[in-house]
Protein backbone atom coordinates (compact mmCIF):
# COMPACT_ATOMS: atom_id res chain seq x y z
CA UNK A 1 0.00 0.00 0.00
CA UNK A 2 2.86 2.65 0.71
CA UNK A 3 4.33 1.59 -2.98
CA UNK A 4 0.92 2.80 -4.17
CA UNK A 5 0.60 5.81 -2.49
CA UNK A 6 4.05 7.03 -3.15
CA UNK A 7 3.57 5.67 -6.90
CA UNK A 8 -0.23 8.17 -6.93
CA UNK A 9 2.02 10.92 -5.51
CA UNK A 10 4.47 10.60 -7.89
CA UNK A 11 1.95 10.66 -10.57
CA UNK A 12 -0.40 13.73 -9.28
CA UNK A 13 -2.76 10.41 -9.54
CA UNK A 14 -5.98 10.83 -6.72
CA UNK A 15 -6.90 7.35 -5.91
CA UNK A 16 -10.42 8.02 -5.29
CA UNK A 17 -10.55 9.65 -8.59
CA UNK A 18 -8.91 7.00 -10.74
CA UNK A 19 -10.64 3.89 -12.35
CA UNK A 20 -9.96 1.06 -14.72
CA UNK A 21 -12.32 0.53 -17.64
CA UNK A 22 -14.03 -2.52 -18.37
CA UNK A 23 -12.66 -6.15 -19.73
CA UNK A 24 -14.42 -5.66 -22.82
CA UNK A 25 -13.29 -4.41 -26.33
CA UNK A 26 -15.61 -1.63 -26.06
CA UNK A 27 -13.39 0.85 -24.64
CA UNK A 28 -14.97 3.47 -22.52
CA UNK A 29 -12.83 6.60 -21.21
CA UNK A 30 -11.36 6.23 -17.83
CA UNK A 31 -12.54 8.35 -14.94
CA UNK A 32 -10.20 11.88 -15.22
CA UNK A 33 -8.82 13.08 -12.16
CA UNK A 34 -9.18 16.57 -10.81
CA UNK A 35 -6.33 19.12 -11.58
CA UNK A 36 -4.12 19.45 -8.85
CA UNK A 37 -3.17 22.32 -9.62
CA UNK A 38 -5.07 25.52 -10.92
CA UNK A 39 -1.95 28.22 -11.30
CA UNK A 40 -2.22 29.07 -14.91
CA UNK A 41 0.47 30.55 -17.36
CA UNK A 42 0.97 31.13 -21.07
CA UNK A 43 3.63 29.43 -22.81
CA UNK A 44 4.05 32.22 -25.25
CA UNK A 45 5.05 34.06 -22.66
CA UNK A 46 7.08 31.65 -20.11
CA UNK A 47 10.99 31.20 -19.73
CA UNK A 48 10.67 27.89 -20.94
CA UNK A 49 14.25 27.13 -23.65
CA UNK A 50 12.90 26.18 -26.96
CA UNK A 51 15.49 24.27 -28.96
CA UNK A 52 15.60 24.05 -32.63
CA UNK A 53 14.57 20.55 -32.77
CA UNK A 54 11.66 21.48 -31.31
CA UNK A 55 11.01 24.74 -33.18
CA UNK A 56 11.45 22.10 -36.36
CA UNK A 57 8.70 19.84 -34.92
CA UNK A 58 6.52 22.69 -34.34
CA UNK A 59 6.94 24.43 -37.66
CA UNK A 60 5.71 20.88 -39.44
CA UNK A 61 3.04 20.56 -36.82
CA UNK A 62 1.67 23.74 -37.32
CA UNK A 63 1.43 23.80 -41.35
CA UNK A 64 -0.09 20.12 -41.36
CA UNK A 65 -2.58 21.38 -38.23
CA UNK A 66 -3.36 24.45 -40.41
CA UNK A 67 -4.78 22.19 -43.54
CA UNK A 68 -6.53 20.10 -41.52
CA UNK A 69 -4.19 16.99 -40.87
CA UNK A 70 -1.53 15.52 -38.48
CA UNK A 71 1.72 15.52 -38.16
CA UNK A 72 3.44 12.38 -37.73
CA UNK A 73 6.86 12.51 -36.66
CA UNK A 74 9.06 9.11 -36.39
CA UNK A 75 11.98 9.20 -34.28
CA UNK A 76 10.94 11.69 -32.12
CA UNK A 77 12.39 9.73 -28.77
CA UNK A 78 16.08 8.52 -29.20
CA UNK A 79 16.60 4.88 -28.65
CA UNK A 80 17.94 5.57 -25.05
CA UNK A 81 14.64 8.07 -24.31
CA UNK A 82 12.38 5.36 -25.79
CA UNK A 83 13.80 2.88 -23.49
CA UNK A 84 13.79 4.57 -20.52
CA UNK A 85 10.40 5.29 -21.24
CA UNK A 86 9.52 2.43 -21.88
CA UNK A 87 11.15 0.84 -18.33
CA UNK A 88 9.11 3.97 -16.43
CA UNK A 89 5.60 3.05 -18.04
CA UNK A 90 6.49 -1.02 -17.06
CA UNK A 91 7.52 0.10 -13.35
CA UNK A 92 3.34 2.45 -13.28
CA UNK A 93 1.56 -0.48 -14.82
CA UNK A 94 3.26 -3.28 -12.82
CA UNK A 95 2.59 -1.50 -9.39
CA UNK A 96 -1.54 0.03 -10.19
CA UNK A 97 -2.32 -3.14 -12.00
CA UNK A 98 -0.43 -5.41 -9.65
CA UNK A 99 0.83 -7.18 -12.59
CA UNK A 100 -2.44 -8.29 -14.75
CA UNK A 101 -1.80 -6.44 -18.07
CA UNK A 102 -5.44 -8.12 -19.45
CA UNK A 103 -7.38 -4.65 -18.98
CA UNK A 104 -7.16 -1.82 -20.64
CA UNK A 105 -5.40 1.30 -18.88
CA UNK A 106 -5.84 4.95 -19.29
CA UNK A 107 -4.02 6.34 -16.04
CA UNK A 108 -3.93 10.24 -16.36
CA UNK A 109 -1.65 12.48 -14.08
CA UNK A 110 -0.36 16.07 -13.62
CA UNK A 111 3.17 15.55 -14.81
CA UNK A 112 2.20 18.27 -17.76
CA UNK A 113 2.47 20.73 -14.80
CA UNK A 114 5.90 22.12 -14.54
CA UNK A 115 5.33 23.35 -10.88
CA UNK A 116 3.95 20.20 -9.52
CA UNK A 117 7.25 18.06 -10.89
CA UNK A 118 9.45 21.10 -8.65
CA UNK A 119 7.46 19.47 -5.38
CA UNK A 120 8.63 15.72 -6.83
CA UNK A 121 12.01 13.80 -5.85
CA UNK A 122 14.60 14.63 -8.60
CA UNK A 123 14.35 10.90 -9.42
CA UNK A 124 10.97 11.43 -11.17
CA UNK A 125 9.35 8.93 -13.57
CA UNK A 126 9.79 9.81 -17.59
CA UNK A 127 11.73 12.97 -16.65
CA UNK A 128 13.83 13.47 -19.94
CA UNK A 129 10.57 12.83 -21.79
CA UNK A 130 8.71 15.36 -19.51
CA UNK A 131 11.53 18.61 -20.24
CA UNK A 132 11.00 17.62 -24.35
CA UNK A 133 7.44 18.12 -23.94
CA UNK A 134 7.82 21.37 -22.19
CA UNK A 135 10.12 22.39 -25.41
CA UNK A 136 7.62 21.26 -27.85
CA UNK A 137 4.78 22.85 -26.14
CA UNK A 138 6.63 26.63 -26.05
CA UNK A 139 8.11 26.06 -29.64
CA UNK A 140 4.13 24.85 -30.55
CA UNK A 141 3.00 27.88 -29.04
CA UNK A 142 4.96 30.07 -30.97
CA UNK A 143 4.76 28.33 -34.28
CA UNK A 144 0.51 28.01 -34.09
CA UNK A 145 -0.10 31.73 -32.11
CA UNK A 146 -1.87 29.62 -29.67
CA UNK A 147 -2.18 30.54 -26.15
CA UNK A 148 -0.99 27.11 -24.80
CA UNK A 149 -1.13 27.34 -21.25
CA UNK A 150 1.34 24.81 -18.49
CA UNK A 151 -0.37 21.48 -17.88
CA UNK A 152 -3.06 19.65 -19.33
CA UNK A 153 -4.13 16.04 -19.06
CA UNK A 154 -0.89 13.21 -19.91
CA UNK A 155 -2.26 9.61 -19.90
CA UNK A 156 -0.62 6.75 -19.60
CA UNK A 157 -2.17 3.89 -21.69
CA UNK A 158 -1.95 0.39 -21.91
CA UNK A 159 -4.19 -1.70 -24.36
CA UNK A 160 -3.74 -5.66 -23.88
CA UNK A 161 -4.69 -7.55 -27.19
CA UNK A 162 -7.84 -6.98 -28.61
CA UNK A 163 -8.40 -4.24 -27.12
CA UNK A 164 -9.37 -1.03 -29.37
CA UNK A 165 -10.98 2.59 -28.76
CA UNK A 166 -14.23 4.07 -30.39
CA UNK A 167 -13.98 6.90 -32.70
CA UNK A 168 -13.85 10.36 -30.93
CA UNK A 169 -12.72 13.69 -30.73
CA UNK A 170 -10.39 14.99 -27.50
CA UNK A 171 -12.42 18.49 -27.58
CA UNK A 172 -16.21 19.74 -28.82
CA UNK A 173 -15.84 22.62 -30.66
CA UNK A 174 -19.09 23.40 -30.28
CA UNK A 175 -18.73 23.93 -26.63
CA UNK A 176 -17.37 27.40 -25.25
CA UNK A 177 -15.21 27.54 -22.26
CA UNK A 178 -12.58 29.16 -20.42
CA UNK A 179 -10.05 26.54 -21.33
CA UNK A 180 -10.04 23.86 -23.74
CA UNK A 181 -8.10 21.35 -25.69
CA UNK A 182 -6.27 22.55 -28.33
CA UNK A 183 -3.38 20.32 -29.52
CA UNK A 184 -3.32 16.83 -28.76
CA UNK A 185 -0.20 14.12 -28.74
CA UNK A 186 0.26 10.43 -28.96
CA UNK A 187 3.92 8.98 -28.17
CA UNK A 188 4.36 5.51 -29.15
CA UNK A 189 6.17 2.87 -26.62
CA UNK A 190 5.59 0.46 -28.45
CA UNK A 191 8.27 -2.17 -30.33
CA UNK A 192 9.81 -0.44 -32.92
CA UNK A 193 9.04 -3.59 -35.68
CA UNK A 194 4.84 -2.99 -35.54
CA UNK A 195 3.49 -4.13 -38.58
CA UNK A 196 0.29 -3.54 -40.29
CA UNK A 197 -0.79 -7.48 -39.53
CA UNK A 198 -0.12 -6.73 -36.01
CA UNK A 199 -3.53 -4.11 -35.49
CA UNK A 200 -3.75 -1.26 -33.12
CA UNK A 201 -3.47 1.30 -36.10
CA UNK A 202 -4.58 5.23 -34.90
CA UNK A 203 -7.63 6.32 -37.54
CA UNK A 204 -7.61 9.88 -37.70
CA UNK A 205 -10.15 11.36 -39.95
CA UNK A 206 -8.32 14.78 -41.57
CA UNK A 207 -9.01 17.00 -43.74
CA UNK A 208 -11.83 16.84 -46.71
CA UNK A 209 -10.45 13.05 -46.96
CA UNK A 210 -13.55 10.84 -46.98
CA UNK A 211 -11.57 7.47 -45.90
CA UNK A 212 -9.39 7.95 -42.51
CA UNK A 213 -5.57 7.99 -42.97
CA UNK A 214 -4.07 4.80 -41.03
CA UNK A 215 -0.89 5.29 -38.84
CA UNK A 216 0.80 2.45 -36.83
CA UNK A 217 2.00 2.82 -33.39
CA UNK A 218 5.67 2.73 -33.52
CA UNK A 219 8.02 2.97 -30.87
CA UNK A 220 9.20 6.66 -30.55
CA UNK A 221 6.70 7.63 -33.01
CA UNK A 222 5.04 11.46 -32.10
CA UNK A 223 1.84 12.08 -33.51
CA UNK A 224 0.43 16.04 -33.30
CA UNK A 225 -3.12 16.77 -34.41
CA UNK A 226 -5.70 19.84 -33.23
CA UNK A 227 -8.15 18.44 -30.65
CA UNK A 228 -11.49 18.64 -32.53
CA UNK A 229 -10.47 15.91 -35.55
CA UNK A 230 -12.23 12.84 -34.67
CA UNK A 231 -9.76 9.49 -34.27
CA UNK A 232 -10.18 5.75 -33.42
CA UNK A 233 -7.86 2.90 -32.25
CA UNK A 234 -8.28 -0.69 -34.39
CA UNK A 235 -8.39 -3.46 -32.59
CA UNK A 236 -4.87 -4.53 -31.75
CA UNK A 237 -3.13 -7.76 -31.70
CA UNK A 238 -0.03 -7.27 -29.70
CA UNK A 239 0.50 -5.23 -26.54
CA UNK A 240 0.22 -1.32 -27.37
CA UNK A 241 1.36 1.14 -24.62
CA UNK A 242 1.58 5.07 -25.33
CA UNK A 243 1.75 7.99 -23.55
CA UNK A 244 -1.13 10.50 -24.39
CA UNK A 245 -1.82 14.48 -23.44
CA UNK A 246 -3.24 17.32 -24.62
CA UNK A 247 -2.04 21.13 -24.38
CA UNK A 248 -5.07 23.30 -23.90
CA UNK A 249 -5.44 27.02 -25.19
CA UNK A 250 -6.81 30.17 -23.00
CA UNK A 251 -9.85 31.56 -24.56
CA UNK A 252 -10.24 34.70 -23.24
CA UNK A 253 -13.66 35.68 -26.10
CA UNK A 254 -15.67 32.13 -24.75
CA UNK A 255 -18.69 33.67 -23.36
CA UNK A 256 -18.86 36.72 -26.15
CA UNK A 257 -18.71 33.79 -28.69
CA UNK A 258 -21.42 31.76 -26.91
CA UNK A 259 -23.86 34.65 -27.15
CA UNK A 260 -23.55 35.23 -30.19
CA UNK A 261 -23.68 31.81 -31.43
Request: negative net charge.
Amino acid sequence: MLIATSLFFMLGIRPNFWQLTQRSVNIFRSQVSPTALQRVKLANTDATAVTSTAVSVALRAAKAMGLGYAHVEPFFLSDSGLEAARVDMMNVLTQITEGDLDRFESIETNLLDPEFRSKLPTQMLFSGLLGELDELRAALAQCTGRRLLEGGGLHLMHYPVGSKFMRHADEDPSLYEPKRNSISFLIYLTPNDWAADDGGALCIFEGAEMEPRHILPIGGTLVIYDSTLEHEVLPTLRERQLISGRFRELDQDWQQRRMSS
